[in-house]
Every structure is written in structure tokens, then in C-alpha cells.
């Protein structure tokens, strides 16, 4: 509570109501004047200072409030901080962030000057309905909403005026989505007991074209590369989206987390409660896991730069160098006002979703890594050359015999005829009777040196 002259601010946690004016002029008889609501929350101590036209409120998930006062009759709110609203989840398009708020609907921020987001427009669900994933390409976006009723929803958002979205399509779902991955006009879906492709050419007609059973679970993670989707919660679960009329399930790994990063034939998993674990996903239908990396308490995500790897702890972000791609070598811990539960890369930042905090933009400068010459690696990676190929490519440094290469398509079948030789600049491998398709190179000696990613034309 705080007083002024005649009149009393009273916040009130009670029905979520937010800010209550009584007029005290009469201390034997207070009269309730005026009331407001910011945006459904829980309001916490109001502020009025001696200027009493206008005032500050401390909104538990919507920030700062200024309150206009010139009318104590009638209060409005004149100017909010960006709202968090439990944000869960954050993608970019372009010079556009959108973040979903899981009490707030979907926020939309310019991040033209990273240092001060502007505030573009909202999609409000009124506080009764959760979003929690988002993605965005051009003039729509697509969110994931649950209601109060029970009802799940794939919505689809014309976001061509950002302080105006409108919603154009929607489409029911099993269960709330959890995460979506958007390539090219395919939406990939998942969420607990289902995971689902969208035909999304026609975004305001989009089609359910495909669907398939996944683990029962929550806070799922999504990951889409080539020809494979990997789904994360209770356990990692390979789906080949070759047809997406038909995602079939070819692979698991049991190691639970709730995100997932894949580039060429490995995938890091930050797994609760302290660790990041890389796999060779080079045969899909049997991951393997190849390290266990300490990272910090309670890992929610993981995000894939150039050259470093971002953890979202409880704690905030850290920090890995990738010169070895099996071994992340961990450079630096930012603490952040809420741990992150989503964080992606677009060059050249970091973007994270901190749940009542909003949204965070790092720096590699941020992040305290500074650039440095790369160690001495213990192990040298593979390279193709060329890539993509149509008959011959080298394999190079020179690593192993013809009987140390393993060649598997995405399904994780050996690929046949596939001749290898040595030679002093590495192994020649003859892929000319290979039908066109993505495939992963694996090479063998006594001590494991590595796999690489081909393209088949």
C-alpha cells in the first residue's frame, strides 16, 4: 500500500486483480475510486511520488508500470516495460524477435539495435492460455497455444503490421506444443505423445500431413537436420521425415533432457542435472555416445554458434569452444537474472528466453570469450573434398585403411559399393554407383578419429 494526500494505492494479489484507488478523505468511510489491471498479474507495491500525476508499479511478470494519475478518479497505464510473462521460448526472423510468454501470448520485439529492443506488438491470449513455442519467417508466425478449455492450438499469425497481429488459422492439436523447427514449408511439431509435420505453403490454410506416436514426457526439445528429426525428453528419439506423410521412428537413446543440437553426425545433449553429452548420431538407428562434458546445474537448452556451443543452466548461459567437436572445451559461465529455458543463435548474437526475466541478447564479448589460437587438438577432424561430390572424394588427414571407413545413409544402413584406397593425401572413396541422398562418412583405427557429412548429387 502506499498514500497520498486523500487518496490510498492498494495493490491486491487477490483474483489477479492488480491496483486499487480509495479515496481517504473521509478516514472513517474509504471509498474504492478506481481500480486497473495490468494485464491480468499478480501487482506488487505501488509508488506515488509527492508530483502525484503519475505513479510506478511493480508488476510481478509485467515489469515497470507507469500509472497516468493526472485523474486519481480514473487511472490508466501509461507506459510498460518489456512483459516478460514467463517467456519460454524466442526465435529471430531477420531484424524481428519473437518471444512466447506463456501467460502473455506472443510478444514481438525490433532488435534492429540489439543494446535497446523496441517493442513491437503483441498477441495477447488475456493471461488464461499458454504459449510456449514459437517460430516466424516473413510476414507470419506460427505459436502454440493451449486454452482453457482443454483445447490445443497451432496458430497462425499475419504479422505483417507487428503492432497489429492477426490471427488467420488454427489448427487443433493433441497436446500443447512444445517446439517447432520451420523448413521451408514444412513445420515440425512436437509435444507429449505426438509429434506432427505441418504443410504451412499456404500459411493461412495450413495441413496436417503427417504424424507419428513419440515418448510421453514434457518440455520437449526439437532438432531437424536432412532428412531426420530428433526429439527430446524422456529419451532422444530419431524420426525419419524423408516422406512426411509418413515420420517414421528409426532410432532412441536413452538420456533424458529437454534440448537438443545437432550439426553433421553429432548431437549435444544437455542433460539434467549437470552435464552436456555429445553422441555420434553417424548411424541414426543406434546413437552412440561419445563424451560427457560437465556443464552447469539443471541444463534447459543448447544452441550451436560458428565456433562455440551456449548451455542454458539454471544459473544462465555457458559458454564451449568447439575445436574439437567431441570434446567442448568450456570457456565461460554468465550468470542471468532467471536461468534460460530456450536460447538460439542468429549471427552474431546469442538470444535467450529467461522465463519471468524476458529476453536476454549476448555477445560472444558478453559471454567473457575472447578470441584466442586454438590449441594443439589431440585428435584431427576428418575432411571431404570435394562436398557435395558425384563420383570420388578425399577423405584427408590420412587416418586408416580401406577396413577403417563405414559409410551409412540417414536410415543407418551401410551404403554398398563404396571402394576405397589410400593414398598420400588421404583416402579415395569412389561414391559413383551411390544414389543421391545425404550420407555419413565414420572412420575407424584404434582410437576413434571421427565422422563427417556427405552429399550425394
Known amino acids: 500500500m502506499y498514500?497520498?494526500?486523500?487518496?490510498?494505492?492498494?495493490?491486491?494479489?487477490?483474483?489477479?486483480?492488480?491496483?486499487?484507488?480509495?479515496?481517504?478523505?473521509?478516514?472513517?468511510?474509504?471509498?474504492?475510486?478506481?481500480?486497473?489491471?495490468?494485464?491480468?498479474?499478480v501487482a506488487w507495491t505501488p509508488?506515488?511520488?509527492?508530483?502525484?500525476?503519475?505513479?510506478?508499479?511493480?508488476?510481478?511478470?509485467?515489469?515497470?508500470?507507469?500509472?497516468?494519475?493526472?485523474d486519481p478518479y480514473s487511472i490508466s497505464q501509461a507506459w510498460a516495460g518489456y512483459q516478460a510473462h514467463i517467456a519460454s521460448d524466442v526465435v529471430v526472423d531477420g531484424q524481428c524477435v519473437y518471444v512466447a510468454n506463456q501467460c502473455a501470448g506472443l510478444q514481438i520485439l525490433d532488435v534492429s539495435d540489439p543494446r535497446e529492443p523496441i517493442s513491437l506488438g503483441r498477441f495477447d491470449t488475456l493471461g488464461s492460455k499458454q504459449t510456449r513455442t514459437a517460430t516466424a519467417r516473413d510476414s507470419f508466425a506460427f505459436s502454440g497455444m493451449s486454452g482453457i478449455t482443454g483445447r490445443r492450438f497451432l496458430r497462425v499469425l499475419n504479422v505483417l503490421a507487428p503492432a497489429d497481429p492477426t490471427l488467420v488459422a488454427q489448427e487443433s492439436c493433441y497436446n500443447p506444443p512444445e517446439d517447432y523447427v520451420l523448413r521451408d514449408s514444412l513445420l515440425y511439431a512436437v509435444e507429449a505423445n505426438q509429434f506432427q509435420i505441418f504443410n504451412v505453403a499456404r500459411p493461412r490454410e495450413p495441413e496436417r500431413v503427417g504424424s507419428c506416436n513419440s515418448q510421453d514426457g514434457v518440455y520437449f526439445g526439437l532438432a531437424v537436420e536432412d532428412t531426420l528429426a530428433y526429439l527430446i525428453s524422456g529419451v532422444v528419439q530419431v524420426i525419419d521425415v524423408a516422406d512426411p506423410a509418413n515420420p517414421t521412428m528409426i532410432g532412441t537413446a536413452t538420456v533424458g533432457g529437454h534440448g537438443i543440437a545437432v550439426r553433421d553426425s553429432y548431437a549435444y545433449i544437455p542433460y539434467p542435472y549437470d552435464t552436456l553429452f555429445v553422441y555420434s548420431i553417424a548411424n541414426p538407428t543406434q546413437l552412440r555416445r561419445l563424451s560427457?562434458?560437465?556443464?552447469?546445474?539443471?541444463?534447459?537448452?543448447?544452441?550451436?554458434?560458428?565456433?562455440?556451443?551456449?548451455?542454458?543452466?539454471?544459473?544462465g548461459l555457458e559458454a564451449f569452444s568447439m575445436e574439437d567437436p567431441v570434446y567442448p572445451r568450456s570457456r565461460a559461465v554468465l550468470a542471468t537474472p532467471f536461468g534460460p529455458r530456450r536460447v538460439v543463435y542468429s549471427p552474431p548474437y546469442f538470444y535467450a528466453a529467461m522465463w519471468e526475466a524476458g529476453l536476454g541478447i549476448y555477445s560472444v564479448e558478453s559471454l567473457?570469450?575472447?578470441?584466442?589460437?586454438?590449441?594443439?587438438?589431440?585428435?584431427?577432424?576428418?575432411?571431404?573434398?570435394?562436398?557435395?561430390?558425384?563420383g570420388r572424394c578425399r577423405l584427408s588427414p590420412t587416418v586408416a585403411g580401406p577396413d577403417g571407413v563405414e559409410l551409412r545413409d540417414v536410415t543407418g544402413r551401410v551404403a554398398p559399393a563404396v571402394v576405397a584406397r589410400e593414398t598420400e593425401q588421404g583416402l579415395s572413396l569412389d561414391l559413383s554407383k551411390l544414389a543421391p541422398g545425404v550420407y555419413f562418412v565414420e572412420v575407424k583405427t584404434d582410437r576413434r578419429i571421427g565422422s563427417v557429412k556427405l552429399v550425394k548429387q
Open 3 to 41: 498514500a497520498n494526500d486523500s487518496f490510498a494505492f492498494v495493490s491486491c494479489i487477490r483474483d489477479h486483480v492488480g491496483l486499487f484507488v480509495f479515496d481517504v478523505s473521509d478516514p472513517s468511510s474509504p471509498t474504492v475510486r478506481d481500480s486497473i489491471d495490468p494485464e491480468g498479474n
Open 47 to 70: 509508488y506515488v511520488p509527492s508530483v502525484k500525476s503519475f505513479g510506478y508499479l511493480a508488476d510481478d511478470y509485467g515489469g515497470l508500470i507507469t500509472l497516468d494519475l493526472h
Open 292 to 315: 560427457g562434458i560437465p556443464a552447469g546445474v539443471w541444463p534447459w537448452d543448447v544452441a550451436l554458434g560458428e565456433s562455440l556451443l551456449v548451455v542454458a543452466t539454471a544459473d
Open 368 to 390: 567473457g570469450v575472447e578470441d584466442e589460437a586454438a590449441p594443439p587438438a589431440e585428435r584431427r577432424q576428418v575432411a571431404v573434398s570435394p562436398n557435395p561430390v558425384r
